[in-house]
């Protein structure tokens, strides 16, 4: 071989060899995890919350190595809380962005938009904070999940809750949309059915985001009720608490309703004692009924990252990334049927304790309720918490098998 060939067979024997190092020690892309939800509009602190909490859980992954070798990329589109703008943000992660499963959102109406979305496109999609049944019943399909409670769940355990105090007579104030008019009426279907003497004289629906709730307070007033429920929530329950003081609505009721820790904070010295609350995933709470190591970090690095106590939708989402994390890491892929295959039955990594599962026929976690009476704690001085807090676990109201069967055959969803 002479002198020129051979320099020529070295220099690409070492091309070679240069090339296949860099193929060897050349990081995997980073995995896609999609999020749709409101983080502008009348939910935006709700959603913001969840994406907060989704990034802890992110990072805490990729820190430990990622999923499978890879690290995790979330990708965060807000939705505005419009059904068209969360199906095009929807369909471009699943189809531009290539994500691997898509979580969120707020609004129970932009989960029903999307949730088609996912399905004809065969994505994973989980759910943390919207909470429609007929997301899971009347359109229920193969990919969708939820971990948090749907509003058949939610409302019967308040139902559970409310059959065991004295009052016969209520009116229902609750949000005009999805969530507000299904929830209400699981809660009244199930204390019905436990209190057969309890009379709803009246429902009413003021519209999301009301500011003015003068009428919707006199015309409750006017029923002369023992008891209100409600599903308020949010900015729209802090505005009502307060006006409703002007007219001494909680000395002549009570009041129920959906008072987490983000309400409570906002409301601080103007805040009911007496007044009943219930909500999701309210961190102290979980403390005392549910101790762990994994929720104390958590709230340590909550609070380290954003200076402020952990609400139920930081928590939630939390629990659905580490949902799609173990799904895959059971699965070894990414690959959607599998990670179906994986999450039906799956027993959940949660914050909100030991004994949490995703359902394998309905795909809904047993997650369940948290309530308690709104009072000033002793040993938490900051803002008001639950007094006496109770825990109705979701399995023990959810709907059988075989009624959401036939729920989902009369609708034609076979």
Not at 71 to 99: C, F, H, M, P, Y
Not at 168 to 186: L, M, N, R, W
Not at 340 to 366: C, W
């Given at each position: ?15 070679v ?8 020690t050349a ?5 896609k995890?999609?999020?749709v939800?409101e ?14 909490g ?15 070798g ?13 059904t ?6 929807t ?17 129970s ?38 971990v948090?409670?749907?509003t ?10 409310t ?12 949000p005009?949309y999805?969530?507000?008019?299904i929830q209400?009426e ?5 204390l ?14 003021p519209k ?17 009720p023992?008891a209100?429920y409600s ?5 729209d329950?802090?505005a009502?608490?307060k006006q ?11 009041f129920?309703?959906?008072y987490?820790?983000d309400?409570?904070?906002g409301?601080g010295?103007?805040?009911v ?7 999701r ?9 549910a ?12 609070r ?14 939390y629990?659905?990334v580490?949902?799609?994390a173990?799904?895959?890491?059971t ?26 599962y995703?359902d394998k ?21 900051e803002?008001?918490r639950?007094?006496?807090p109770?825990?109705?676990a979701?399995?023990?109201v959810w709907r ?7 729920i ?7």
């Amino acid at each position: 071989m002479s002198k020129t060939r051979w320099l020529w067979t070295v220099i690409a024997l070492t091309v070679v060899f240069v090339l296949l190092a860099g193929c060897a020690t050349a990081p995997a892309a980073p995995v896609k995890l999609g999020m749709v939800i409101e983080t502008s509009g009348g939910n935006a602190l709700l959603g913001q919350a969840g994406v907060d909490g989704a990034k802890i859980a992110v990072d805490e992954l990729n820190a430990a190595g990622g999923v499978l070798g890879r690290q995790i990329e979330l990708v965060v589109r807000d939705n505005e809380g419009k059904t068209d703008v969360g199906a095009r943000e929807t369909r471009d992660l699943i189809l531009s962005q290539k994500v691997s499963g898509v979580l969120g959102p707020v609004s129970s109406g932009v989960l029903l938009a999307i949730s088609p979305i996912a399905k004809e496109n065969k994505t994973v999609l989980i759910s943390h904070t919207a909470n429609t049944e007929r997301a899971f019943w009347e359109q229920g399909h193969k990919y969708i999940f939820s971990v948090v409670p749907n509003t058949q769940i939610e409302g019967a355990a308040m139902g559970v809750y409310t059959a065991k105090l004295p009052y016969k007579k209520y009116v229902i104030i609750a949000p005009d949309y999805e969530f507000g008019h299904i929830q209400s009426e699981a809660w009244k279907t199930k204390l019905q059915e436990l209190k057969k003497d309890v009379v709803v004289t009246k429902e009413l629906f003021p519209k999301l985001n009301e500011k003015d709730f003068t009428s919707f307070i006199t015309a409750a007033l006017a029923e002369q009720p023992e008891a209100v429920y409600s599903n308020l929530f949010g900015a729209d329950l802090i505005a009502f608490t307060k006006q409703a003081k002007n007219y001494g609505f909680f000395d002549k009721v009570k009041f129920m309703a959906l008072y987490d820790v983000d309400v409570l904070q906002g409301l601080g010295p103007d805040v009911v004692p007496g007044v009943i609350g219930y909500e999701r995933g309210p961190f102290d709470v979980i403390q005392k009924l549910a101790p762990s190591s994994q929720l104390d970090k958590f709230i340590a690095e909550y609070r380290k990252r954003y200076n402020k106590w952990p609400v139920t939708w930081a928590i939630n989402a939390y629990d659905a990334v580490m949902a799609w994390a173990k799904a895959a890491k059971t699965a070894n892929s990414f690959e959607q049927d599998k990670l179906v295959t994986a999450l039906e039955g799956m027993q959940l990594d949660s914050l909100r304790g030991p004994g949490r599962y995703i359902d394998k026929f309905h795909h809904q976690a047993n997650v369940g309720t948290y309530i308690g009476v709104v009072d000033w704690l002793p040993e938490f001085k900051e803002f008001a918490r639950y007094k006496d807090p109770v825990y109705i676990a979701g399995d023990s109201v959810w709907r059988s098998a075989a009624e959401i069967t036939a729920i989902r055959e009369k609708a034609g969803n076979k």
